[in-house]
């Protein structure tokens, strides 16, 4: 082969395309159909005789497979561009017709200062708007031309089909992230319909986890992709700078074409490799049933391997690609995507695609932390000592993306809290089995005037979570707990708040659940939601009528709070009191009415009863407690005595304060409302206590102690400029 | 005269001069005293009736410290982690580093310049001791000198001071450049390596300010001028002419300094332990450490004033009593 020619490569694959998936799948069966006949059969077979069954039983595939891609990309790593070609094979699983094709040109966020990715991003008050924007910083997806040719289930002379841009979010018209191809025929329901495209992109630096840094890309969202026939009409929303994606299931077949140097990292498994006469590589991935395909160069890339293996669960084989200076943070990678394939194959059902890429991006790419199918980037520093949850906590969660998210594909765009925050509540936990708790981490050396991380870590020794790992959720939820409910669609959340409301209100109101229920109820309801929408696009009352189900109660009491407002729970102990329960005032004795008077007696049993332990002695010990935030849950109201005994109220929480009287022959010693945090929510624990003596200054002495050789020191330094 | 009998006098002086460093100290706590009284009862209020009052005794429960930062205000806003633990060295190094000291919280740049003056105060009583005759020591003498050279040396902490500001002005431009000139960049040791040499640029320009006030002070002092223009004057050029002798001398106590943070560091009790005995060990190895920060400092400024006898060819006097 010559120089590049992506139409030759594309063509050679629109011949191969309409069966390449289903022979794939069926060659693959038939192998094994063949193996296990081998051994399970006695006395000669041919060849005839073991294909015949397998076409028979060939299953259907696990996604419907309606938006398949065929790309052939070249990338010049020195202009910074790629330049593709790619066919298009959409099939209408809806039971609406449609005369039109959406696609999400992502890339077009980052055109320029007028789309509405960088105008929000603006509002967010992040920093890409800030800095000083070179021309090289910008990036752009430029479609030449699509083309309608004779082929799929719509025959039709080959043209060039028109287009438009559309802004169905906002209208703006200055962004161009969505493209309107008119189809000349509507494709009917069950039809399939195919597009070939030619594009040019321009790389940028990295916005949104995507883009190059010096010789390394990280290329991700970055072909135009079909957004979702649903409903009678297309969900393909613009790009925004605070949510992510949504897309059909389908089959990727895509051939990359880079310098012969570079490693490469990408969704799917390599099937083809050729060596261009210009010293380029041409490298194929192909991978089924996935809604995207990211793919990741850079000639630094150390490649190493590694296999999970789990009883119960299918063999995984991981590759990582690390950077260098990381190599020895490798085995803490491989540990870590272990933990999440192993737990939440356990929990929820298997990964299936039996290969993962885990990324370790390169230093200041920006690109780390994101998930895509069957690949995903971590993140580390040069230094990073284990203990402090890094990369562990971030390896974690990506791979469990595989699940939340790669396997059960909902809307990010609208429900972005659907795998966001199942996938943190699942890393928590994951984390929580996998690992000692995690401290908390300082790092030090951070260059004044920059947005850079300290590049020196410390672990702070003695600090931790006493009451649980998910109390470390509650910071980042409580600030923001009220500022917008969270069935608001994700890209309309107020700037921000979509890590709050997404990620740890989610995660905690899931804790809460499973403290409320149980994990033998919520483990199996999260693992028939994992296996009734894996390939599919759940909505969010799908999840909340599959927890009530079984849980075998109407939850929705519970998701109408903690979805549907955005009121916070905040339950507290008000006061506690505990006296000699001696009455005074008219009482009944034998059928008269009799005066009781408290006497001077009276007066020195109470005295001898706050000084020594009475048996005898009666106590009224009455204790307030309120509801002050808006939100509602049934709590328990713990009071302990100083006898040691504990009584227990169960409080339905839902009036703004009740009031419990217990008489005991012990004194009363402290209060808790909901003393097992089963409330997670709670935006204030430290009220959910009272003790009845007034505590000493022991507690607040010792921290100040240490606060106060802080400030001393800090004088000091005051007096060098002096 | 050599590095090591600089030192060596310095380290002398220093200890002979316990007791000023033990003023220094003592003042020291009494002007962070204040704000440790208002930070304990922000404490003790936010703990409450509450049983944080005994899980708190022992390690610090996160989510609690969390809650109290986020209706923290003012000066309660600096109780964060690292700053209730043998860490807090650390953060105070980076705060001096980055320049961030004035800006931490306004209430504390107050306290922090009140002290940066009454440490001006005392620095002319500090040097005289250490240079002066020994019939002229002790607390009155000291008290005059101090007296005697505070205003001049605001003069020269005052122009010090645009210095400073300069430099960390300069700070905040060099290190987004170097951001800049290095993004294109994919290994952090590498961009570790430019910062490093970035603040090493910054730190030694820090230095070289201290250092030219430093010489001016003591030069002031030995040679009992009113100029501040001149002494300044000549204490650049004492810096400039001997650049080995003056900074290697900064530069040996200032690494001693940093040993003995590191060491304090290090040996510092921990935060988990409950109980009296541990936050009395805890305070007591804390208050150590400052008072020999104030020795090392007063043996800096010792050592320096051998340097300048010595090269200015003056008999070397001084052994402080106060």
Redesign the interface.
């Known amino acids: 082969m010559g120089t590049f020619d992506p139409g030759a490569l594309v063509g050679m694959r629109i011949l191969r395309q309409a069966s390449t998936a289903h022979r794939r799948t069926a060659l693959r069966l038939a192998f094994w159909m063949c193996f296990a006949w081998l051994w399970l059969v006695p006395g000669p077979v041919t060849a005839q005789e073991v294909a015949t069954p397998v076409e028979a039983e060939a299953p259907a595939s696990p996604s419907a497979r309606n938006a398949n891609y065929t790309i052939a990309v070249r990338l010049d790593t020195e202009a910074k561009t790629l330049e593709g070609r790619q066919t298009v094979v959409w099939r209408n699983i809806q039971s609406a017709a449609t005369d039109e094709l959406w696609f999400h040109l992502y890339w077009n966020g980052w055109r320029n200062s007028r789309s509405t990715w960088m105008q929000e991003d603006q509002i967010r008050e992040r920093s890409s708007l800030d800095s000083?924007q070179e021309a090289e910083d910008w990036g752009y997806l430029e479609v030449d031309s699509v083309r309608w040719p004779s082929t799929g289930d719509i025959a039709g002379a080959a043209r060039d089909l028109a287009t438009r841009f559309a802004s169905p979010d906002d209208g703006n018209p200055e962004d161009r992230t969505v493209m309107v191809v008119s189809l000349p025929t509507p494709v009917e329901p069950g039809e399939s319909v195919t597009v070939e495209l030619a594009w040019r992109a321009k790389i940028p630096?990295t916005f949104a986890r995507t883009g190059f840094?010096?010789?390394?890309f990280f290329i991700a969202h970055w072909f135009p992709k079909l957004g979702v026939f649903e409903g009678g009409g297309w969900n393909c929303h613009q790009y925004h700078s605070g949510t992510e994606y949504f897309s059909d299931y389908g089959v990727y077949d895509v051939a990359i074409t880079l310098p012969s140097e570079y490693v490469l990292g990408a969704t799917g498994l390599l099937v083809d490799s050729v060596e261009n006469e210009d010293g380029s590589v041409t490298l194929r991935h192909f991978q089924e049933d996935v809604h995207s395909f990211t793919w990741t160069t850079?000639p630094?890339y150390l490649v190493l391997t590694d296999r999970f293996e789990h009883e119960g669960l299918p063999p995984v084989d991981l590759r990582l690609l690390i950077?260098?200076?990381h190599r020895s943070q490798a085995a803490r990678h491989f540990h870590a995507t272990k933990a999440a394939l192993r737990y939440y194959g356990t929990w929820y059902g298997p990964y299936p695609y039996g290969h993962v890429t885990v990324v370790d991006p390169?230093?200041?790419?920006g690109a780390g932390g994101m998930e895509y199918p069957t690949l995903f980037t971590a993140g580390t520093?040069?230094f990073n000592p284990f203990g402090g949850g890094s990369p562990e906590g971030v390896t974690i969660h990506e791979a469990g993306h595989q699940f939340w998210y790669a396997l059960v594909g909902n809307n990010e765009f609208e429900d972005a809290w659907l795998d966001e925050g199942l996938n943190t509540y699942s890393t928590t936990r994951t984390y929580d089995q996998a690992y000692p708790p995690e401290k908390?981490v300082?790092r030090?050396?951070?260059?004044?005037?920059?947005e850079?991380r300290?590049?020196f870590p410390?672990l702070?020794?003695?600090?931790?979570?006493?009451?649980g790992i998910f109390?470390?959720r509650?910071?980042g939820y409580?600030?923001l707990a009220t500022i917008d409910r969270q069935s608001t669609p994700s890209y309309l959340y107020y700037p921000s708040a979509g890590g709050a409301l997404s990620y740890s209100k989610t995660a905690l109101w899931l804790a809460t659940l499973e403290r409320y229920l149980g994990w033998d109820v919520l483990q199996p309801a999260m693992s028939k939601f994992f296996h009734e929408w894996q390939y599919r696009h759940p909505k969010p009352n799908d999840f909340f009528d599959t927890l009530s189900d079984a849980a075998g109660q109407d939850l929705s009491w519970f998701f109408e709070q903690v979805y549907h407002s955005s009121e916070e729970f905040d339950y507290a102990v008000l006061s506690?009191s505990s006296e000699p329960a001696a009455v005074e005032g008219w009482v009944t004795q034998d059928g008269e009415l009799v005066l009781a008077e408290r006497s001077a007696e009276d007066e020195d049993e109470d005295d001898t009863a706050a000084g020594e332990e009475d048996s005898e002695t009666l106590y009224r010990s009455e204790v307030v407690v309120r509801r002050f935030g808006g939100g509602v849950f049934p709590v328990e109201v713990l009071m302990v005595f100083e006898d040691g005994e504990e009584v227990r109220f169960r409080w339905d929480g839902r009036a703004r304060w009740k009031r419990i009287v217990v008489e005991q022959t012990s004194k009363l010693a402290?209060a808790?409302v909901d003393p097992d945090r089963v409330l997670l929510l709670d935006v204030?624990?430290?009220?959910?206590?009272?003790?009845l003596e007034?505590?000493?200054?022991?507690?607040?002495?010792?921290?100040?102690?240490?606060?106060?050789?802080?400030?001393?020191?800090?004088?000091?330094?005051?007096?060098?400029?002096? | 005269m050599n590095l090591f009998k600089a030192i060596g006098g310095g380290l002398a002086l220093g200890l002979r001069s316990w007791r000023i460093a033990l003023l220094l100290w003592l003042m020291g706590l009494l002007f962070a005293l204040p704000a440790a009284v208002f930070i304990e009862e922000a404490v003790h209020e936010f703990i409450g009736s509450s049983l944080a009052h005994e899980t708190l005794r022992g390690p610090m429960d996160l989510a609690w410290l969390e809650e109290f930062l986020d209706q923290a205000g003012g000066m309660s806003s600096t109780f964060e982690p690292s700053r209730l633990s043998p860490a807090a060295v650390i953060d105070n190094l980076e705060l001096w580093f980055s320049g961030d000291l004035f800006k931490e919280n306004s209430g504390l740049a107050a306290l922090g310049i009140l002290f940066g003056l009454f440490w001006t105060l005392m620095s002319g009583g500090v040097l005289a001791q250490l240079t002066g005759p020994e019939n002229h020591q002790g607390l009155a003498p000291f008290l005059a000198a101090s007296s005697r050279y505070f205003f001049r040396f605001l003069r020269l902490v005052l122009v010090a001071g645009l210095a400073y500001y300069g430099i960390y002005r300069f700070s905040t431009w060099l290190f987004p450049r170097l951001e800049q000139a290095t993004r294109d960049v994919t290994v952090e040791g590498t961009v570790l390596a430019y910062n490093l040499i970035a603040a090493a640029i910054v730190v030694l320009l820090l230095i070289l300010v201290k250092v030219v006030v430093d010489y001016a002070k003591i030069g002031t002092v030995i040679e009992e001028r009113r100029s501040m223009s001149i002494a300044g004057w000549r204490a650049v050029q004492l810096v400039v002419t001997h650049p080995i002798r003056t900074l290697s001398v900064y530069f040996s106590m200032g690494l001693l300094g940093l040993l003995l943070t590191t060491v304090y560091f290090f040996l510092a009790p921990g935060v988990a332990a409950s109980g009296l005995g541990p936050m009395v060990l805890a305070l007591v190895v804390g208050q150590l450490y400052l008072l020999l920060r104030w020795m090392v400092r007063i043996s800096l400024l010792g050592a320096e004033s051998i340097v300048f006898q010595s090269i200015h060819g003056y008999r070397r006097q001084g052994a402080s009593r106060l």
């Open positions: 000083e630096r840094r010096g010789n390394y850079s630094d950077q260098p200076e390169a230093y200041g790419s520093r040069l908390p300082r030090y050396f951070t260059p004044p005037g920059t850079g300290g590049f410390l702070l020794e003695g600090f931790g979570y006493p009451g109390d470390e509650l910071d409580r600030e506690v402290h808790v204030r624990p430290s009220n959910n206590s009272r003790v007034t505590p000493d200054r022991g507690p607040a002495r010792k921290w100040t102690a240490r606060w106060l050789v802080w400030l001393q020191d800090l004088l000091t330094y005051f007096a060098f400029f002096g």
